[in-house]
Structures are given as C-alpha cells and as structure tokens.
C-alpha cells in the first residue's frame, strides 16, 4: 500500500530532522512526504530541503498565516495545504507532526493493519514523552484514540468523513464520524513514538477556552462536556482548566457556533460517549 505523509511545520528546525530522519529510515518508506512551512523564521525550510535532496520522495510548500498557534485551525490548514498538492494515488493518507521520532517499523505495521482488516479505517501508536531521562506514556487520552500528532487514514475513510476539520476538536471529530460510518480505530501499543514537544506547548493563552468550544461543536452537550471537562483537567493535573473548557463551552452557546457534525452525528456522539462511560463504570 503506497501511504502519502503531510507534515506541518512551524519553526521546528530543533527537531525536524530527526523526524525526517525517522521517516527515511523506515522499513516501509513513504511514496511522498510533504512538509508545509507554515510561516517558519527559523532554518526548518533549509533543513527539509537538505533532506529532500538525497530523497526525492520528500517536498517543501511553503505557507503564510498568522503568527498566533491555536490548537486547530492553523495546523490543519497547513496540512489542507500540503495535501492539494499531492495526486491521488495513495492508499493511506498520514498527518504528522514535526516533532516526532517513529520506530523503523512504524508505518510496515500501520500498513499492515490496514492490508489485515479492510474495514480498519484509522490506525497509530502511542505518544511517550521524556521525563527525567526516562520515556513514558503521554497519557492525555484514552488508549483506544488515536493522538493528533500521527493520525494515519485509509483513503476510502478519509474522503467518507469529509478530510480534517480546521477547527479545535479536528483529532476528536474524525475518529467519532470514522465510527459513525462503521470504521474500526485501531491503535498499537507496540509502536511507540517519542514526542519532543509537550502537547500544547506553544498555545497562546486564548486557548484554553478552545477545548470547551471544541466540546460544543462536537455536539457533546453541557452534562457530557462537564465530565469530559473534569476528567481533562485531571489528567493534566491543573483542576482550574475545567472551569475555563466551561466558560468556553457556554461562550460557544451563547454564540450558536455552528456544530462540526450533523445533528444526526451529534445524536450518535453523545449516544457513543455515554455508553463509554457506562462500560467504564460497569466493568
């Protein structure tokens, strides 16, 4: 199976090469790799040309936007970016971020999911992080999602759920409507990728409201947004989150921003949501 990678990138000349250098060492190699320079002061566009030298798999597009890093929008307008540019004969379309380590046999086994179960729409490892010398598990998330960092896509699922959506939520809404169409999400805890960056690290402040809008939009409704709210604040150890993933969900409301999903998807998110919970609670 031929997989198709886009990365965007923002001022990542620390660790873009040895993403790069993950990916060029790969036992399955990548028929293109596409790294979006998204508004970048730094040396990341010499660093990618360098590579794309000795490996003409790999290309730079360059991007202008806003200096401003929202969780979302601009992320995923860059990949929409990279994306246009690429021609349609991929069978496994890949959004990665630019500050990763994979495990040479990372994207052999995504494909191999992939060739094992034809009804297997997404797959991914696991996101580790450093910590006082020691790689351990970025556990932000349940073990059955997928992290937004290294989001791989079977083609025929990717266009059924309509690309990526530039919003907060994007990495949440595409697995719920992977699932509303009858995909399986398959996640692999034998791959484990290294992340070199903590999540959100360059977030503007604005956006700790971003994630309760996201709830909004993803149709959650406020009793589940509240449990979801409290359980992420939680798991990031800052409790004073949950109140601002409130305030945004009611500003979201109050605004009537347009939902992300259907109010047919909607139903069936918060359907699946709450089911979640009851197995967590009766298991």
């Given amino acids: 199976m031929n997989y198709y990678i886009v990365i965007p990138a923002h001022n990542e000349e620390a660790f873009i090469s040895l993403t790069l250098q993950s990916l060029i060492s790969q036992t399955h190699l990548p ?12 040396k990341t566009a010499e660093i990618v040309l360098a590579f794309a030298k000795d490996n003409p798999f790999i290309s730079l597009v360059e991007k202008k936007s806003s200096a401003i890093h929202l969780p979302g929008s601009k992320v995923i307008q860059a990949f929409q970016k990279g994306f246009e540019t690429v021609d ?19 994207f052999e086994t995504i494909v191999q999911h992939f060739e094992e179960n034809p009804t297997t729409g997404m797959a991914g490892g ?16 349940d073990k059955d999602h997928i992290r937004g960092a290294f989001k791989a ?14 919003a907060m939520g994007w990495d949440t809404v595409d697995e719920l409507l992977t699932k509303y169409y009858g995909w399986k999400v398959v996640t692999d805890a034998t791959l484990i990728v290294k992340h070199l960056k903590p999540t959100g690290a360059n977030y503007n402040k604005t956006a700790r409201y971003k994630q309760g809008e996201a709830f909004y939009t993803l149709g959650y ?25 409130i305030r945004g969900f009611l500003r ?8 992300l999903v259907t109010q047919v998807q909607a139903k069936f998110i918060r359907d699946y949501r709450i089911e979640k ?4 609670l009766f298991k």
């Fill in 31 to 42: 028929s293109k790799v596409v790294v979006v320079n998204d508004n970048s002061t730094d």
């Fill in 88 to 106: 349609d004969n991929y069978d496994i379309i890949v959004k990665l971020d630019a500050d990763l380590i994979l495990p040479n046999n990372y």
């Fill in 126 to 141: 696991f996101a580790y992080i450093e910590k006082n010398g020691e790689w351990i598990l970025e556990n932000l998330t």
């Fill in 153 to 166: 896509y079977r083609k025929a699922c990717f266009k059924q759920i309509g690309g990526l959506k530039p």
């Fill in 221 to 245: 409704g406020f009793l589940i947004t509240a449990i979801a709210s409290a359980k992420l604040a939680f798991m990031k150890k800052k409790p004073l989150l949950f109140f601002d993933y």
């Fill in 252 to 259: 979201a409301k109050s605004a009537k921003t347009p939902l």
């Fill in 277 to 280: 919970m009851k197995e967590k």
